[in-house]
């Protein structure tokens, strides 16, 4: 049980163009996700808190008009990189939160060029 | 955004070998976590530590919650090459579900 799924695994986009990416809690239902970017051979660094029905809540630096969340429904998040620009080429993750405890998805590989 | 301090960056060690990691923070946390995390994939949860001095075993990983809620350490004892990965400490305060990750720990397990 609790699983979460991204999709897309991978993605290719050019510099200029937008991408959604969606997370989904498979077998429960979750008021709470979390996006996270992880550059390469770093650490997870969390980009925003997803409550279903509200507007997400940013941390520090992170530009919420370039990357718009909409947590639509209590098993599905939406993260979509406007206007992406080869630096926002990274590894996002979601996660899930069921009780006291966040389940991560396998991640999404961006690369934008 | 906050880090936590993990050391050792990397380990490269002989199967069979016990590893020992710890992570270090100057605030305090509630809740201190340990994931291991696979190349290409999301961080999977190893041991959850809730009170101050608390010591906590999930097979062959023990992990403890530091006295001055500071810091944890995680150890593995008998290493096998599927222990290999990246292992991230992550710190949780009170009254947040937020997590703070630590700088990872890369571990290398050779037969």
């Known amino acids: 049980g609790a699983v979460v799924s991204q999709h897309p695994s991978w993605v290719i986009c050019k510099s200029g163009t937008s991408v959604k990416i969606e997370c989904r809690s498979l077998?429960?239902?979750?008021?709470?996700m979390f996006w996270y970017r992880q550059f390469p051979k770093q650490s997870l660094m969390l980009m925003a808190t997803s409550n279903e029905g509200s507007k997400a809540t940013y941390e520090q630096g992170v530009e919420k008009d370039k990357f718009l969340i909409n947590h639509a429904s209590l098993t599905l998040s939406t993260l979509t990189v406007t206007s992406a620009h080869p630096e926002d080429s990274s590894f996002y993750i979601c996660s899930a939160q069921l009780v006291d405890e966040q389940y991560f998805g396998p991640g999404t590989r961006l690369t934008v060029t | 955004g906050q880090q936590l301090n993990q050391s050792p960056q990397s380990m490269f060690i002989q199967e069979g070998e016990d590893v020992s990691m710890n992570c270090t923070s100057s605030?305090?946390?509630?809740?201190w976590l340990w994931y291991k995390q696979d190349p290409g994939e999301g961080p999977v949860l190893l041991i959850a530590l809730y009170k101050a001095g608390e010591l906590t075993s999930n097979g062959r990983l023990t992990a403890q919650f530091g006295i001055t809620r500071k810091d944890s350490f995680l150890n593995i004892s008998a290493s096998i090459p599927s222990d290999v990965g990246i292992y991230f400490c992550?710190?949780?305060?009170?009254?947040?579900?937020?997590?703070?990750f630590g700088t990872g720990t890369r571990l290398q397990v050779f037969p």
């Open positions: 992550a710190g949780q305060r009170y009254n947040t579900d937020k997590l703070i």
């Open positions: 605030s305090i946390f509630n809740t």
């Open positions: 077998d429960f239902q979750a008021t709470t």
